[in-house]
């Protein structure tokens, strides 16, 4: 499969559950972004990570811990979430510089 | 810090009839302006760039950065444009910012 891959699509949880999502990237960049959108908000910029290490965390809360074990991977692992954090989370991936970032489809979170 | 502004949540145009998207931002740094499309059931992708000076599928963007602008525009539209889009700005980290968006739907 080519492109940015995201896994779940849709994922439902309650404020005590622990889960992760996963991004995947098959098109050689050395560059994977965590963004937040929300209903009537701008994207928000969580995570970048550049050769694997985190270059921007613009000022995300604990309960949300990104992990990028390579330069094709990069996880979001999700812990005593509120209902607030409710929202589609996009994988993007580029090369370093470029300003071209390759989205995802997303992964729609759902907290209860 | 930086900001990017798109005052047009929603923008309805005929087909045939031009289009403009704005887009206004703020930033203390020389800023490099992105526009990013959604089509439908697809996924958030650039459209074009200003450093690029481009035409992409009809549509040009210019810096400007007197008034600090950098709006979408395309003479005829047609009906395939209707989209979501977002106007962007890399700061000096490298890292991007987007706007709000703004729906264009072109009536048939």
């Known amino acids: 499969e080519t492109g940015v891959t995201q896994t779940p699509r849709h994922l439902v949880m309650g404020m005590t559950n622990k889960k992760s999502l996963k991004c995947e990237q098959h098109?050689?960049?050395?560059?994977m972004y965590w963004y937040k959108q929300s209903a009537k908000k701008p994207l928000e910029l969580m995570f970048v990570y550049s050769l694997e290490e985190r270059v921007e965390n613009n000022s995300v809360p604990s309960r949300f811990s990104p992990e990028c074990p390579n330069s094709s991977h990069l996880f979001l692992h999700l812990h005593t979430l509120q209902p607030e954090d409710s929202a589609l989370y996009l994988c993007?991936?580029?090369?370093?510089?470029?300003?071209?970032?390759?989205f995802g489809e997303g992964s729609r979170l759902t907290v209860l | 810090a930086q900001r990017v502004t798109q005052p047009e949540k929603l923008l309805s145009v005929f087909k045939g009839a031009p289009v403009e998207l704005k887009c206004n931002y703020s930033?203390?740094?020389?800023?490099?302006l992105f526009w990013y499309v959604q089509y439908s059931r697809q996924r958030l992708q650039l459209l074009l760039r200003h450093i690029s000076r481009e035409s992409i599928k009809g549509f040009t963007a210019d810096l400007n950065k007197g008034e600090t602008s950098f709006h979408l525009k395309k003479p005829f539209a047609q009906e395939e444009d209707s989209a979501m889009y977002y106007c962007a700005l890399k700061n000096g980290a490298n890292n991007l910012f987007f706007g709000t968006g703004t729906r264009l739907t072109v009536i048939p």
């Open positions: 098109l050689g960049h050395n560059a």
């Open positions: 930033y203390s740094g020389s800023p490099e």
């Open positions: 993007a991936s580029s090369q370093y510089f470029s300003g071209e970032l390759f």
